[in-house]
């Protein structure tokens, strides 16, 4: 199978989280990846297009070695596919139109999912191909997520539900993946799946529920996948508008999958209730044990 890393990244990015983003998913691989799609989501800044330039002109040189050396093994050999694809919005349409035209640009039979500012795991893709090789039913893939800020290596490891089955029960009270830890099967979006663009942010969480709808299959690996960079004031950026987008989300996946009448709504609800506390409340809670032992309650 091939892979194909889809990325976004947009002006407020820093270049050195975006270089080092990039190092992850490249040099630092066991498995590298057949394609990498970076969709510049509206103009960016100088130090951006400098980081993506300098990535361009090494795989440029790598292409060109790969078809000297097809050649002189076989002139009827076709030249290797492009392993960079930058694909640049002339405006910032927001995360969830990115992610769709990156789409459209992939090669791969698997699409890895990554985020500018995070870290993968140098295994990552090689773990995800192999469980993907020896699961054929299984659709879409993720793993555990190691949170770190520029003073910690590890603030938090987040585990996710590992079985389509557990996914399912998990899905109605949280998140039951890391988005940019996923690796994908493309056949789904060939068939038809997407991004909603209706929401430009949970727009992870609104595609999980059209999955599992339509029949795709979800897990997860126990192994940590992907290196997830907290910024300070994360608890601050959580805005009433993307409380609100999730809240519809969860309340209209939840409908489709159980009906009106199920306590499940008890979730979205306490949700949407929680996210509109004060920040310091909120991180207060988000760090303790509460929490979780809510999400892991069956």
Same mark, same amino acid.
């Given at each position: !199978?091939?892979?194909?890393?889809?990325?976004? *990244?947009?002006?407020?990015?820093?270049?050195?989280?975006?270089?080092?983003?990039?190092?992850?998913?490249?040099?630092?691989?066991?498995?590298?990846?057949?394609?990498?799609?970076?969709?510049?989501?509206? =103009?960016?800044?100088?130090?951006?297009?400098?980081?993506?330039?300098?990535?361009?002109?090494?795989?440029?040189?790598?292409?060109?070695?790969?078809?000297?050396?097809?050649?002189?093994?076989?002139?009827?050999?076709?030249?290797?596919?492009?392993?960079?694809?930058?694909?640049?919005?002339?405006?910032?349409?927001?995360?969830?139109?990115?992610?769709? *035209?990156?789409?459209? #640009?992939?090669?791969? &039979?698997?699409?890895?999912?990554?985020?500018?500012?995070?870290?993968?795991?140098?295994?990552?893709?090689?773990?995800?191909?192999?469980?993907?090789?020896?699961?054929?039913?299984?659709?879409?893939?993720?793993?555990?997520?190691?949170?770190? &800020?520029?003073? #910690?290596?590890?603030?938090?490891?987040?585990?996710?539900?590992?079985? #389509?089955? /557990?996914?399912?029960? @998990?899905?109605?009270?949280?998140? =039951?993946?890391? #988005?940019?830890?996923?690796?994908?099967?493309?056949?789904?979006?060939?068939?038809?799946?997407? @991004?909603?663009?209706?929401?430009?942010?949970?727009?992870?969480?609104?595609?999980?529920?059209?999955?599992?709808?339509?029949?795709?299959?979800?897990?997860?690996?126990?192994?940590?996948?992907?290196?997830?960079?907290?910024?300070?004031?994360? %608890?601050?950026?959580?805005?009433?508008?993307?409380?609100?987008? /999730?809240?519809?989300?969860?309340?209209?996946?939840?409908?489709?999958?159980?009906?009106? %009448?199920? $306590?499940?709504?008890?979730? =979205?609800?306490?949700? @949407?209730? %929680?996210?509109?506390?004060?920040? %310091?409340?909120?991180?207060?809670?988000?760090?303790?044990? !509460?929490?979780?032992?809510?999400?892991?309650? $069956?």
């Amino acid at each position: !199978m091939t892979i194909s890393v889809l990325m976004s *990244v947009y002006r407020s990015e820093q270049a050195a989280c975006l270089q080092r983003a990039l190092q992850s998913v490249w040099g630092d691989q066991t498995r590298k990846p057949d394609q990498i799609v970076l969709v510049e989501d509206g =103009p960016v800044p100088a130090e951006l297009e400098e980081v993506v330039q300098r990535l361009q002109a090494a795989f440029k040189v790598r292409e060109q070695q790969s078809c000297v050396q097809s050649s002189l093994q076989s002139k009827s050999e076709e030249p290797s596919a492009k392993l960079l694809t930058v694909v640049k919005l002339p405006v910032n349409g927001g995360l969830t139109k990115a992610l769709n *035209v990156g789409l459209k #640009h992939v090669t791969g &039979d698997l699409v890895a999912r990554m985020d500018s500012d995070d870290i993968a795991a140098p295994n990552r893709f090689e773990l995800q191909e192999r469980f993907l090789e020896e699961h054929p039913e299984i659709d879409i893939v993720g793993g555990s997520m190691q949170e770190f &800020d520029d003073q #910690h290596e590890c603030l938090n490891i987040r585990h996710y539900p590992q079985t #389509h089955e /557990e996914v399912c029960r @998990y899905i109605v009270k949280a998140c =039951p993946l890391a #988005h940019p830890s996923v690796m994908m099967r493309k056949r789904m979006f060939d068939d038809g799946l997407q @991004y909603d663009e209706r929401f430009r942010m949970s727009q992870d969480i609104k595609l999980w529920y059209d999955a599992v709808l339509a029949g795709y299959k979800i897990a997860n690996l126990p192994e940590v996948c992907l290196y997830f960079r907290q910024q300070g004031d994360v %608890f601050k950026r959580r805005s009433r508008v993307k409380a609100w987008n /999730e809240f519809k989300i969860y309340m209209n996946g939840i409908y489709r999958m159980h009906g009106l %009448f199920t $306590t499940a709504y008890r979730y =979205p609800i306490a949700r @949407y209730i %929680f996210r509109n506390l004060p920040p %310091f409340l909120v991180k207060k809670i988000y760090g303790s044990g !509460m929490r979780k032992r809510v999400l892991e309650k $069956t």
